[in-house]
């Protein structure tokens, strides 16, 4: 069966796809404020009706009928209450009639061009602007997502009472969803999902289920929208006046960060912020995460509450309630300028940037910034580490316990969950997502209790966190990766097949100076695995005459190792009974 990006490609080099381009490239300034070019918005648009049809009609492509299809973008035109069909409101023709023409002509639904014509016909009838290219993207502005009734109501009070929500740090932030969202945008035609946010921990999605669901049309809407009222901002006298460290860029930035915390996080569009919302992500994503100057922070509030002006003469907000807005805004800033002049309100990446940026490095260079983190590395580990210190206590806080685990995750962009990067199925095991995370995760919180054992066993000789972290999820997070074991299901094979990849005759080592090299940080990592073993025995439900087994085969290659490099691998405390007992044989001869 045909998949929409396969068909969405022929679609676009058919006779029926040109006329709108052509249009809409024609039109001036029109992709400068949408901020797309007509491929990724009709693409955008075309995946969101395709999915919707595809619902509505319960049918693959070939059973499409041009009636079903009528029915569809009639009842659409007809719904007061719209929720993923936001960009057809006002011109569900306009995609509809071109695409669904190419599907019938190139017999992929069970219609005729002719039948979709006839369709559309009746619709325009009844409506004959409804195939309007302009028509269509005023509806992108014309009714402001604030008005929908999503997450919002009149209530003019201050609305200070805060959800019965965990925003922050939430453990659902991470769980697995039988169904993600999307939709195609972007200039590169990337797909927006909520993965995509989960590389920043203050965008990332939060899928609590006591809020409403995450709707990526939602998000882009509103950006959409606040686009073009900061377009309008910079041409009235307002803007003349702004300070200087106030640009076009910097606007949008502040903006849309506060658009996309607002919306992943607490699932809130400007029109129901509310004060405590604010406060929190201003004084605390703000100021502990962005690279803003003194002067800057001063001039966000002010800027704010100019746009939301600007929301209001536009009319996509009521008066009392631009006010509202304004004075959490103004109340919520100052609190921010006043936290932004305390480092100790910063994170710890925050604080290393600034570091850098003090020792003259440009910021701009990432060549340079490359090359001060190699020559300053241990340092800087040593650094981000006491800034997020490991203690027992942690695992008795589970929001603390996820908040180190995502800032000492040595794949912080989860390329583990790449289709690449993993087997799908093996020996009858499937692949799932929600299993990956867990295993990955839970090889990181293993490294903290390895470190924190160890850390009372032998002060002297404790490796550091981010040592026993890199190697247990490599090791543990391979085991998922390739025989989908979890942790305490490890396997001995497994274990030789990733210490075989890590260290095996597949890689590639020049010279014999770099081999011993490599072969001494092989000895380290075998005591690790020990160690690693052990912990598997004490924290997870590895049985004990496996755990036996899985140390063997690290003790017997550590022993072929020490061979190779020449080595005596003869404990110490044999060692010492082969020496003294000839000494005391010689004494028992005289």
């Not at 409403?212 to 809407?221: D, I, K």
């Not at 006010?323 to 994170?347: C, F, G, T, W």
């Not at 005459?545 to 044999?574: E, I, N, S």
């Amino acid at each position: 069966m045909a998949t929409f990006k396969s068909i969405w490609a022929g679609f676009k080099a058919s006779p029926e796809y040109q006329p709108l381009k052509t249009q809409y490239d024609q039109m001036d300034g029109v992709s400068d404020i949408i901020g797309m070019n007509w491929d990724n918005l009709s693409e955008m648009v075309g995946s969101q009706l395709d999915t919707e049809l595809s619902d509505y009609i319960s049918k693959s492509h070939a059973d499409w009928t041009a009636a079903s299809i009528g029915a569809y973008l009639t009842q659409v035109k007809h719904d007061d209450d719209i929720d993923g069909t936001q960009f057809l409101v006002e011109g569900p023709v306009v995609i509809g009639e071109p695409y669904c023409t190419y599907l019938a002509r190139t017999k992929q639904i069970n219609a005729k061009p002719a039948d979709i014509s006839k369709v559309m016909a009746e619709i325009k009838k009844e409506n004959p602007e409804a195939g309007s290219l302009p028509k269509f993207l005023l509806a992108l502005f014309s009714t402001p997502v604030e008005t929908e009734g999503f997450m919002d109501d009149d209530d003019d009070s201050d609305d200070d009472d805060f959800d019965d929500v965990d925003f922050w740090d939430n453990p659902d932030l991470d769980s697995d969803d039988d169904f993600v969202p999307s939709v195609d945008l972007g200039q590169d035609g990337s797909s927006m999902t909520e993965d995509d946010f989960d590389d920043d921990p203050s965008t990332r999605v939060n899928r609590d289920p006591k809020l409403p669901m995450w709707q990526p049309s939602r998000l882009l809407r509103v950006n959409l929208q606040y686009s073009r009222l900061m377009k309008i901002y910079q041409e009235r006298p307002e803007w003349q006046n702004r300070p200087e460290v106030v640009t076009a860029d910097f606007m949008q930035n502040v903006v849309e960060t506060l658009l996309v915390i607002g919306y992943n996080r607490y699932r809130k569009l400007p029109r129901s912020w509310t004060k405590h919302m604010l406060v929190e992500i201003l004084t605390g994503d703000f100021v502990a995460d962005r690279l803003y100057s003194q002067e800057e922070y001063a001039a966000i509030g002010p800027m704010l509450t100019d746009l939301i002006s600007i929301v209001g003469s536009e009319q996509m907000m009521k008066p009392n309630k631009v006010a509202q807005l304004q004075r959490y805004i103004h109340e919520a800033a100052a609190k921010m300028v006043e936290a932004a002049k305390d480092p100790n309100n910063y994170s710890v990446d925050k604080k290393m940037i600034l570091k850098i940026q003090a020792a003259g490095v440009d910021l701009n260079d990432d060549d340079s910034i490359n090359n001060y983190v190699t020559d300053h590395k241990n340092d800087i580990s040593s650094e981000y580490e006491n800034g997020f210190p490991i203690t027992a206590a942690v695992f008795d806080d589970p929001e603390q316990l996820a908040k180190l685990i995502d800032f000492y995750s040595p794949d912080q962009e989860r390329d583990y969950l790449n289709p690449d990067a993993h087997v799908e199925t093996f020996e009858g095991r499937s692949w799932h997502r929600k299993d990956a995370i867990k295993a990955h995760r839970f090889a990181v919180e293993l490294g903290f209790r390895a470190y924190l054992d160890q850390q009372q066993k032998h002060p002297e000789n404790t490796a550091r966190v981010s040592d026993y972290v890199e190697s247990f999820e490599f090791y543990l997070g391979r085991a998922y990766d390739c025989n989908l074991l979890q942790p305490e299901e490890l396997t001995t094979e497994a274990l030789e097949e990733t210490m075989s990849l890590e260290y095996g005759p597949g890689s590639v080592v020049d010279g014999a100076e770099q081999q011993r090299v490599v072969q001494r940080i092989q000895l380290d990592d075998m005591d690790k695995l020990i160690v690693m073993v052990d912990m598997l025995e004490m924290y997870a439900t590895l049985p004990k005459q496996r755990a036996q087994a899985l140390r063997q085969v690290v003790r017997d290659d550590k022993l072929r190792l020490h061979k190779r490099l020449g080595m005596d691998a003869t404990p110490a405390f044999r060692k010492k009974k082969k020496r003294k007992r000839p000494k005391k044989n010689r004494r028992n001869k005289r």
